[in-house]
């Protein structure tokens, strides 16, 4: 029998991209018997095979597994999600409709008047790098649930507006430092005093949450968050004085409180910015001052 050393190359193809050369040294025994392989060299190269073919699989995936699962569990309590939703199970390799990735973390899910219904049982606060959460004008449901976010995400939009979402407006909402903007209008919560987390978002720009069935007396310190802009609360309940004192933040350009049960006012004289008050009790009496003018 005579032993000689031949070079072999195996070549894998993977579905994306060009084939991976791989290049070993396999001793094949050739002998006059006819005997092409030994059992050993047959060994090596099924291991060498089955070695690539485990890294193919790992490869595939473009989405950490952990903001995957976080995303498959939302969806399993939607209906009406974008069909490759359900076609492909990797959201940020196709990607998928309205998710936007970053070095394989989910950083934006944006999915604004899709005729989505359901809920939002489950929690995704392990999707830390998510900067927006944008389903508004869809036909969700239910309660929010209290842990539906988390401490350790970096949230800075969330829009839920227009939708059927019932319940109290979240009471926990002081979890997210990072937020500028929130929208809650038009759903379908119950009445609930004033929620003590608006003076505990101290990055908002914007605070919108219009048709809200809040009341109580709206506490002034919303007003003095360092970046806030606008405030819309209108078609609320609001009532007792409304109060905008010298602590106002200078970038505060509107103040929309119309429609509530605000029955009086103390206003900073240095506040030169929209404010109005049309449809409540305070302008009964006071029909000609701007913030009474429609």
């Not at 994306?16 to 190269?45: C, E, M, N, S």
């Not at 008050?277 to 001052?289: A, E």
Request: charge should be negative; aromatic fraction near 10%.
């Amino acid at each position: 029998m005579d032993d000689r050393l031949f070079h072999t190359t195996i070549v894998i193809l993977f579905p994306f991209g060009g084939p991976v050369h791989a290049r070993t040294d396999i001793p094949i025994h050739y002998t006059k018997r006819k005997l092409p392989w030994d059992f050993r060299a047959t060994a090596q190269l099924l291991f060498l095979l089955s070695f690539f073919a485990s890294g193919i699989h790992l490869n595939l995936s473009a989405t950490d597994s952990g903001d995957a699962e976080e995303l498959q569990s939302l969806k399993s309590h939607w209906q009406n999600t974008p069909q490759i939703w359900d076609q492909i199970d990797d959201p940020c390799g196709a990607p998928w409709v309205g998710v936007t990735c970053t070095n394989s973390r989910i950083t934006s899910l944006k999915l604004p008047s899709m005729s989505l219904a359901g809920n939002l049982r489950d929690r995704i606060g392990g999707l830390t790098e998510l900067r927006s959460f944008h389903f508004n004008r869809n036909q969700l449901s239910g309660f929010i649930p209290p842990v539906l976010f988390s401490s350790d995400m970096m949230l800075i939009h969330v829009r839920l507006n227009r939708n059927a979402l019932s319940g109290e407006v979240p009471k926990n909402r002081n979890n997210l430092t990072n937020l500028k903007e929130l929208d809650l209008s038009n759903n379908s919560f119950y009445s609930s005093e004033s929620s003590e987390w608006f003076s505990t978002l101290p990055s908002l720009t914007t605070l919108v949450i219009e048709n809200g069935s809040l009341q109580g007396t709206l506490t002034p310190k919303v007003f003095s968050f360092p970046d806030i802009q606008q405030v819309l609360l209108r078609n609320n309940a609001f009532n007792g004085t409304f109060d905008l004192d010298d602590s106002f933040s200078p970038q505060l350009q509107l103040v929309d409180l119309r429609n509530n049960q605000i029955s009086a006012v103390t206003l900073s004289a240095d506040y030169k910015n929209k404010l109005i008050l049309v449809g409540n009790p305070v302008c009964t009496g006071l029909p000609n001052v701007s913030f009474c003018q429609p």
